[in-house]
């Protein structure tokens, strides 16, 4: 069935029309099956009056007290209590019940965190979560607590992006470039990237911060030159505890590679699978072989701590295909093991060619088998986060074998440490924890506009960390 949705609250129609979507991804322009949200608040109650032709004389009435002791609580509580009423009406028309309830954001782990004692009750009885997504959530925040940033005043964490790849996955939406068809950009966004770490360097040491991770990512950082890469490297020594690479494509990791990353001190690498099965490989476009996976991992097992990456509901597979890549991936035991939920982005392939699967209980058949084998076998899920039109509208989780979670993971989903952000398409985010404000500041998306545009961008990243945002005025 699909349905026309509106509403009269435009200050939360992105997160209205977002758990609408989550019921029913299409909808239709006319007068039939029509649903209408219509609210108001008086005397401290919200009323929410929810009617629609679907079913004769159909109207849902639902009253909330407000929270009105500043104007952010009420915006929050307001907001809270429409999507509420919306959720607990299509799920009775739907005759659905999602697996995190009303939740929308993507960060379920800090929500749960800032309700603090009263979380668990609220996400289940009031936000409708199941009972199996709070205890995730739930251990996910607890695990996280010994990582957390204890000093988010001057440790912050570090990012340098490299969008170049072997070639574009199916189901990729980032700003990544075919390295083979862009190399003449390459040179002169290497030089531009250095000059903005240098940049970086300074504002560290002005400021006072020191740097507990750093994390390269991409496109796929290893895809560079050896040269190119040993460069980068380089400028990267900020004495960090943690510093990540993401080699995801395993046919660029050579012996040569390895060497490099070493001498880096590089103490973490992303070596992603995907998945095990080649039939899936080909079809998402991945130019490398399952046997390229089980060398690139044996030329960096013991050498680093290894991340492998994991896509439930890619297409073509069966539950048996996932279940195969997750036995295979804990059969080689790396030290994490991240299970995403694949999501059908704006600007990648699978989206633009109209693939779309709305299998609930095959996604979640998937997730469910990689959390309880993966927890049996002593993993710990420690991150987790959600997106927009994910099959399933389940999540991403990373799982870790004790002592061995990515700090930068934690410090990313939770938004609790500043980040210094580098390269095309990099957002840089400023943390102020005595006033809880989180400010952004973004680089051009794509490299060709990252090099034509450097100065002015480099100009508006120094004022950016520069500006006083605890003692600016109003």
């Not at 929050?76 to 009406?89: G, I, M, P, T």
């Not at 001057?154 to 390295?179: E, G, Q």
């Not at 709305?358 to 076998?377: G, H, I, P, R, S």
Request: charged content about 30%.
């Amino acid at each position: 069935m699909l349905l026309k949705f509106t509403h009269n609250q435009p200050n939360f129609d992105f997160d209205l029309q977002e758990l609408f979507r989550a019921f029913y991804p299409s909808v239709v322009a006319g007068d039939e099956n029509h649903l209408d949200l219509n609210a108001s608040v008086e005397g401290g109650e919200l009323k929410v009056v929810i009617t629609s032709d679907v079913f004769d004389k159909f109207k849902k009435v639902y009253t909330f007290k407000v929270d009105s002791s500043s104007d952010m609580a009420y915006k929050r509580s307001v907001k809270r209590h429409l999507k509420v009423a919306l959720y607990r009406c299509m799920s009775f028309l739907s005759n659905t019940n999602l697996p995190y309830g009303c939740l929308t954001g993507i960060r379920p782990t800090k929500y749960f965190a800032e309700l603090g004692v009263n979380a668990k009750e609220i996400f289940e009885k009031e936000f409708s979560v199941h009972g199996d997504k709070v205890k995730l959530v739930q251990s996910c925040v607890v695990n996280q607590i010994p990582y957390k940033n204890t000093k988010p005043e001057t440790v912050v964490d570090v990012f340098v992006n490299i969008p170049f790849c072997p070639s574009r996955c199916a189901y990729c939406s980032f700003v990544s470039t075919v390295i083979g068809k862009q190399q003449s950009v390459v040179g002169p966004y290497i030089d531009c990237l250095k000059r903005e770490i240098s940049q970086i360097k300074k504002i560290i040491k002005d400021k006072k911060y020191s740097v507990r991770a750093v994390y390269v990512g991409g496109g796929t950082p290893t895809s560079l030159k050896i040269g190119e890469l040993k460069a980068v490297l380089a400028c990267l020594k900020f004495g960090q505890k943690e510093f990540t690479v993401e080699a995801g494509r395993p046919d660029t990791i050579t012996k040569e590679t390895v060497k490099i990353l070493r001498r880096a001190k590089v103490t973490r690498l992303s070596v992603n699978p995907q998945s095990f099965n080649q039939k899936t490989l080909d079809k998402i476009g991945r130019t490398h072989k399952v046997e390229d996976v089980i060398n690139a991992y044996g030329l960096v097992r013991k050498k680093f701590d290894v991340n492998m990456d994991l896509i439930a509901m890619l297409p073509g597979e069966t539950f048996d295909d996932f279940k195969y890549s997750v036995d295979k991936a804990i059969e080689l035991s790396p030290e994490n093991i991240t299970v995403h939920t694949l999501c059908l982005k704006n600007g990648s392939k699978l989206k633009e060619e109209g693939f779309f699967n709305q299998n609930f209980e095959e996604a979640k058949k998937m997730v469910d088998y990689a959390y309880y084998t993966l927890t049996a076998k002593g993993y710990q899920p420690y991150y987790m986060y959600r997106q927009k039109y994910m099959a399933g509208n389940l999540e991403n989780v990373g799982y870790s074998k004790p002592k061995k979670y990515c700090l930068y993971n934690i410090d990313v989903m939770e938004e609790d440490t500043s980040v210094l952000a580098c390269g095309a398409g990099a957002i840089s985010k400023k943390f102020s924890p005595r006033i809880n404000l989180i400010e952004r500041q973004a680089n051009c998306k794509e490299p060709a506009d990252y090099v034509k545009r450097f100065e002015e961008m480099l100009s508006k990243q120094k004022e950016f960390w520069e500006k006083d945002s605890e003692n600016k005025s109003d």
